[in-house]
């Protein structure tokens, strides 16, 4: 039996997950995380996407990303392929990297939106990896939350949801994240 197609529309927002195989570990050092978050900014600018937020695990990642083009399989077949094959090169490994297909679910509204941007910074907060979500510097919120998003990282969609103003929207957002300080 084949497998059912992804939806895949021009304009969708999608949170994207994928995990190593097993639950292996997919970052084991800086060096994957840095060679993730390149082959990430490359995949973003080969594919048209634009990046919400992420966070990268040492067993999964989590991405918001909006598609102008019908590309998610493409980009993320590209994506998990290049950051695999480097994997797998630079630790002396071979095999399959991720288990199964990546995992999409559709953002269908803005406040929907906010609660995975929530979502994702108290991830590594959750697996008690750090106290605080602007600690993990493995994904957008700390940058963001510094007032230095990443390059290849377009936050204006959530920061907007707060205030037109940016100082107070990244305020505002922080609050919203960390505010109780506790998981969602």
């Known amino acids: 039996m084949s497998r059912p197609l992804r939806i895949q529309a021009a304009g969708t927002v999608y949170h994207v ?8 570990r997919i970052i084991r050092d800086r060096g994957d995380y840095e060679t993730f978050e390149a082959i990430l900014a490359r995949t973003i600018a080969k594919f048209g996407w634009i990046c919400h937020d992420f966070c990268v695990m ?15 399989a493409a980009g993320m077949q590209y994506l998990n392929g290049c950051y695999a094959q480097s994997f797998n090169r630079r630790h002396g490994r071979v095999g399959h990297l991720f288990q199964g297909r990546y995992h999409t679910a559709l ?3 803005d406040p929907h939106l906010l609660q995975l941007v929530r979502y994702l910074a108290h991830n590594p907060v959750r697996a008690r990896i750090c106290a605080s979500p602007s ?7 700390h940058a963001l939350s510094r007032g230095s998003p990443l390059p290849f990282v377009h936050p204006r969609t959530i920061l907007d949801q707060f205030s037109p103003h940016p100082q107070r929207a990244l305020d505002a957002l922080r609050d919203f994240v960390e505010g109780a300080n506790r998981p969602p």
Do not use: F, K
């Open 58 to 72: 040492g067993t999964h990642y989590h991405l918001l990303i909006q598609t102008p083009e019908p590309n998610i």
């Open 107 to 109: 953002v269908e509204s």
């Open 17 to 24: 997950t994928a995990r190593g195989v097993a639950r292996c």
């Open 135 to 141: 600690d993990w510097t493995h994904g957008s919120y």
